[in-house]
């Protein structure tokens, strides 16, 4: 059997698992066990897809669409996507400009996979998504952490943009609102950092907005609106959070042609269009009113407060009030180094398997979001639920 695992490659061996599914897994088997577990570890809306949406799908399936779809996405979509980007983003993209992926994932591996060369550094201020210093180095590029604190609401400041940056310097991702930590940067923070970026024209920003809709302080900003940022941004959105619509795997960029012919070429080797019947109900929900989907918008802000003040009651957990997404990314660096129930906690990650195994409750490692301080709880589950698990982590931490 030896032999036979030596076959696999070292990009494989070298990769580590997505934090957030493993647990999610290790949560079903613990279930399956028949453990009562309380899911608050993936970033997953509990709504059902807004009927309207599932209407277009059926309409699609009765319309007889099931050939494969053009590489880049129905020609219907793109405009969809472009219209969406002035309306909501006051960005102007043309159809060689838009690609649509099997998800807002792919669309950043496509990126990564066309623009990294061996050696090329990424900044990611942290914490970042959880996949994207995996995807960088699958690309055989060296993810740079920047680190931020709670006094900055978790964003990176333009004097650690600056300090981070090297020759080697190719690309900066970041998200915005953020996953893990619901940071919003704002048009003013954003046009800050693109004033450092001036200096360095070669570097390309990836802003990736799939929560855009989820925002409770509204002014989203994106990076591509600066007239000298548009060339060398790609624009990554989606719809899976918003609408929800995870596993409807659609995901879509705007970028500067050259990136997007690239990722058409490296999307048609790999995998081809997506979905068609998924492209048509996307059609749908981009070209709807953004007011159909304000009901879970106001849900999440309602369990938002509920998830602080249940956190506020509880010793050991330091946190800021998100302004976006559906999560809480709070400091738990009052617990490492203690011993609870007999546990040792030394790290984030041994503080997530410590309320899995004595709370029932999943939650993610800040470790995986390159913050080992710090664990991601969402509150995309129900109100009741939320109380629970709070209940339980109290239970288990006191």
């Not at 509920?306 to 946190?319: K, M, N, Q, T, Y």
């Amino acid at each position: 059997m030896e032999t036979l695992t030596n076959q696999l490659s070292d990009r494989i061996n070298n990769l580590a698992a997505s934090a957030t599914l493993a647990m999610a897994a290790k949560a079903r088997e613990l279930r399956a066990e028949g453990k009562d577990i309380i899911g608050l570890s993936l970033g997953e809306p509990d709504f059902n897809t807004p009927d309207f949406i599932k209407d277009a799908a059926i309409q699609a399936i009765n319309d007889n669409y099931n050939a494969y779809s053009p590489v880049d996405g129905y020609v219907e979509l793109k405009d969809a996507i472009i219209t969406k980007f002035k309306r909501d983003n006051n960005l102007t993209y043309d159809r060689s400009q838009i690609v649509v992926s099997t998800g807002a994932k792919q669309s950043l591996y496509n990126i990564a996979q066309v623009c990294i060369n061996p050696g090329d550094e990424v900044i990611l201020p942290c914490p970042y998504w959880v996949s994207y210093a995996d995807i960088v180095q699958l690309a055989e590029g060296v993810p740079v952490e920047v680190q931020t604190s709670l006094e900055t609401n978790f964003k990176m400041t333009p004097e650690q943009l600056e300090a981070a940056i090297t020759p080697k310097t190719k690309m900066l991702w970041y998200s915005s609102p953020c996953n893990p930590s619901g940071s919003i940067y704002s048009e003013k923070e954003l046009r800050a950092l693109a004033d450092v970026l001036q200096k360095y024209p070669h570097i390309v920003v990836v802003s990736d907005e799939i929560y855009e809709h989820i925002n409770y302080v509204g002014g989203h900003a994106s990076m591509a609106q600066f007239e000298d940022m548009y060339d060398r941004t790609v624009t990554v959105n989606g719809v899976a959070k918003a609408f929800a619509m995870t596993g409807w795997r659609i995901g879509y960029i705007g970028a500067p042609s050259y990136i997007a012919r690239a990722c058409n070429k490296i999307q048609g080797q790999v995998t081809s269009g997506a979905n068609c019947i998924a492209q048509r109900a996307v059609i749908t929900a981009l070209e709807a009113p953004v007011s159909k989907i304000q009901y879970m918008v106001d849900e999440f802000k309602e369990r938002r407060k509920l998830i602080l003040d249940l956190l506020s009651d509880i010793e050991g957990f330091e946190c800021v009030e998100p302004e976006g997404a559906f999560y809480v990314f709070p400091n738990i660096t009052h617990f490492i180094g203690k011993t609870l129930n007999g546990k040792t906690i030394n790290n984030a990650s041994d503080f997530a398997i410590y309320l899995l195994e004595e709370a029932n409750v999943a939650t993610v490692t800040g470790e995986a979001f390159g913050n080992p301080n710090c664990i991601r709880i969402s509150y995309a589950a129900s109100q009741d639920q939320i109380k629970e698990a709070l209940a339980r982590i109290k239970k288990a931490v006191s």
